[in-house]
């Protein structure tokens, strides 16, 4: 599947190991009260382990995008914007459960979620999917994320280097996630002001289990990908694939400074 604007783009595969794809994404653009555009992106990765993940993912997204854009036309700060949306999806895959409020092995999903507004990126996130930014001119790359997973405790803690916990078995054990059976709901958000152009890759492990750190991520994006981010996502999911294509692989792409959000020209 791919999506795209004059100021994102995504593309979703199903890998070379599933039988489906539990993956989601949506891109869209909206108008802040000001008169300047907003760029979001929200993907979302299914749970495999639990039940009907793909519909988790659909309704994530969905719920999350709907809730940033009615948020960013009232004036909402993105940030507000982007707790508020995760909670919406959280809700929306909360319905999705047949039994009791911690119904176990619940449809469960990951979301991360990335606004460009004005001089200023905002990512929101539950769970293991990433946001990455990637310069332009490729000097000081960053991961915008913290995985909410078993390594990621392990490194926090000071018990184990982050090169042990990711090579342990259970390093990708989710910590938190969206569903009826969540222990918790606790939405990351963070915002900073790129002081040079550049490109947000929001994408699903999928592909970041071939580009872990920062560095490797801007490795492989295309040079040109603020210009073609289409042709640079599509780039990242055939890396991942020719990686081995393990799991599904979603990314999306959002040029910065933010450009009008219009449908391309044909």
């Known amino acids: 599947m791919e999506r795209q604007l004059d100021g994102v783009a995504a593309v979703s595969d199903r890998g070379l190991r599933h039988h489906r794809n539990e993956d989601a994404f949506k891109v869209s653009a909206t108008t802040l009260p000001d008169g300047g555009p907003a760029i979001v992106a929200v993907v ?5 382990s639990a039940t009907r993940p793909d519909e988790a993912s659909a309704a994530a997204s969905e719920a ?15 940030k507000a914007a982007m707790h508020d949306a995760l909670l919406s999806a959280a809700d929306a895959v909360d319905a999705l459960s047949d039994g009791p409020s911690r119904d176990h092995n619940a449809p ?40 909410d997973s078993w390594a990621a405790r392990m490194v926090a803690a000071g018990l184990m280097s982050e090169q042990d916990a990711y090579a342990d078995e259970r390093a990708h054990a989710i910590t938190g996630w969206l569903g009826a ?25 999928g592909l970041w289990n ?57």
């Open 108 to 147: 469960a999903c990951t979301c991360v979620s990335a606004i460009a507004a004005g001089d200023a990126v905002t990512v929101g996130w539950i769970g293991d999917s990433r946001a990455y930014w990637i310069p332009d001119d490729r000097r000081e790359p960053q991961r915008l994320t913290e995985d």
């Open 44 to 48: 979302c990765d299914g749970v495999s």
């Open 181 to 205: 059976d969540a222990v918790e709901i606790d939405p990351h958000t963070s915002s900073f002001r790129p002081d040079r152009p550049g490109v947000v890759v929001v994408c699903t492990d």
């Open 210 to 266: 071939y580009a872990e750190s920062a560095r490797e991520m801007a490795s492989i994006v295309p040079k040109d990908a603020r210009a073609k981010p289409l042709r640079s996502a599509q780039h990242l999911v055939g890396f991942a694939l020719d990686g081995g294509g393990h799991d599904n692989i979603t990314v999306a792409v959002l040029p910065f400074p933010p450009a009008t959000g219009r449908p391309p020209e044909s």
């Open 64 to 78: 999350a995008t709907d809730a940033l854009l009615e948020a960013l036309e009232a004036g909402t700060s993105p």
